[in-house]
């Protein structure tokens, strides 16, 4: 299905810097030159042959913070989106198959949960809640999931009226056949360019919750809480809180323009051979 | 608008060597170029009808289009030249393309449904080509499509004008655009399948008005249809196109009564099929019981205590236009709208009203097949995954065995094995259906409800499926109910029938019977309004007929 002449120079880039963030963060303690809280250096060193990208506002080297920040963000924004299309797809599509009092039950708790904006969502629950890896998790994937369902079950509303899935009825076939195997294959395309989508602004929320302090907590490095960490440098002229902020940019695209050739290749009727 | 007197002896539209060629892109090449209309030629007089025909992919609306200097869908005029009034419009740049479309060339759309803006009332969609050009002014030009509403016999003709779109019916809706497309009194309209869509008792009366404007406006018109009889009725010559080439070109009368070429010749005669009408057993294996049926919590009743039966192994027909039931009897039938009242006997046992109620026994042993076949099959499956399914799910066949079964069932409906991996989008029109037909067998059952399993395929693929379901009739034993508008296939293949109308049933019986006289006064509009292939039928069809059909 993914034949490589078939690639484009956009998803070749995509997939390229895509796979060295994810390289990055899955041998970060092999790669990094450095621990994680080690300080080796003084205070916003420049970039060296010692200190590849300098180092930060309490002497640690910034190329290994980076290399562990990919780690513990890709990490958190993954099972984030993970858990949100998990959750928010099988909702959605249950909701749009079952119909009836189930549908409206859950289309108005989710409509309650998305009148509350997001961002102040998760402030008021991580001010109370322990900030821990899991809870995290679960916060962001929890909020993230009212949108896939949303997404989810208006696509499956639509292919539930299709003759083919009135076929698999008469048949007799169950819920499970019906969601899994006559609607989710059609529904595939758009919830894919979704996940592509979903995952960076699971970055970004986690970056945002971070730089607010309610994040990934101290001495751990991610992205936004290092954009924090080295924010007051930018007034001496050291780019140390851009290199973070850069980073965050650079999986945001890369990780759409997958997307994009994914979608690409899943929404051709003939399984890709046309 | 005032024309300048005709000085190329009457021709208004000639087309020369018209070539028209489309890019595709095959699976795992390059693209190619493919050509859809090699080097066709033809002219046509003021004032005359042409009739294009032919199946589907013959290249008849891209030649009628050409004649608007218009490809659709990326397809590229390519050589050739086509002159409207003597000149050469494929030269005419954009601008003055756009001067002469809508002015002295209108397009009369199959779907006109889709054709119309939803959120414009229809004047100002019928008068707008002439205020665009200037012909008219707006009190002109709405003065000359009220008369046009009246000359069509549309209800109402002064202020139909004010509806919407969706406030009409799709006879009526088919007619304001052939109202639409007179009002800028153009020298030639495109009809481009007016009344395929339609059902037949409303194509009867969409036919005599459009040929009544036609006459009386004397506008030239390129008449485009896969439906011979229709074109008989209103074209003067017929011009026969078989993949992108002509076949032949004459007279109306000379290629309806004396076709010279083989192809036309097909066409032309009618497919009869010699189906023996079964006697009616003691003990049907369906039987419905006065079942009414409503949508909106009872608020509309759709069935209205109706009562059929259905012998083992034999077909029971169910005629009516669109709206008079027949596909919500189905509906009844499957347990996808649970009757208010009546019961519903299959194979001895009462069937419960809900579907999720119903026992699997139940559910494999009556199947469907739907109209639309490619949205009736999951397009991420296989065909093998599609008639491997109800093996499995029935069954438990699994592996070996299963393939074994499917390859047998390609087999009955005249495909290959080579069908196994292929997607329903990698079908043509007619193999879906059998890819449809095959998934029903395969549940090995007694009663096979067929919806309008024909009418959205070309004669003579139709007829093929229909040879097909007798076949298999024979062989397997299946009764089937066939819910269909065109009387012609009933003929075929019925063993009894039972016509609707407004969710009764009006008549009903063995098909010698029902199709015997006296008739009551809407059977004898169905039979009437079916287009014979004779010049001067829609006339005497027209006086014939005792009751006006409803979409009028």
Redesign the interface.
Known sequence: MFDIKTITVSAWIGLFFTALFLFCAIFAPWIAPYGKAEIVGGVWEPMSEQFWLGTDNLGRDLLSRMIYGARITVFIAAAATALSFSLGAILGFTAAVVGGWFDTLMSRFIDLLMSIPTLIFGLVVLSVLPSTIITLILVMGLLDSTRVYRLSRAVAADINVMDFVEAAKLRGEGNAWIIFREILPNALSPLVSELGLRFIYAVLFLSALSFLGLGVQPPEADWGGMVKENKEGIVFGIPAALIPAGAIAALAISVNLVADWVLNRTSSLKGGRG | MANPAPKHDGRLLEIRNLRIEATS????EPPKNITIVHDVSLTLERGKVLGLIGESGAGKSTIGLSSMAYGRGGVRITGGEVLLNGRDILKAGKRGIRRIRGREVCYVAQSAAAAFNPAHKLMDQVVEAALQHGTASRAEAEKRAKALFRKLSLPDPDNIGNRYPHQVSGGQLQRVMTAMALCSEPDLIVFDEPTTALDVTTQIDVLAAIKDAIRDTGVAALYITHDLAVVAQIADEIIVLRNGKLVEWGDTQQIIKEPRQEYTNQLVSVHRIDHQEKPATSSPILSVKNVTAAYGHGAIRVLKDVSVDIHPGQTLAVVGESGSGKSTLARAI?G?LPPMEGTITFAGRTLANR?AD?Q?ED??EL??I?Q?AD????????VAEIIG??LE?YFGMRGRQRDARVAELLDKIEMGKGFADR????LSGGQKQRVCIA?ALA?KPKLIICDEVTSALDPLVAHGILRLLLDLQAEEDVAYLFITHDLATVKAIADSIAVMYRGEVVRYGPKSQVLTPPFDDYTDLLLSSVPEMEVGWLERAISGRRMASAGN
């Open positions: 892109y095959p699976p795992g499957t996808l579907l119903r699997r559910l494999r199947q469907m739907y639309m949205v009736a099959m999951n397009p991420r499956q296989t399914r109800p799910f997607y329903p989008a990698e998934r549940a």
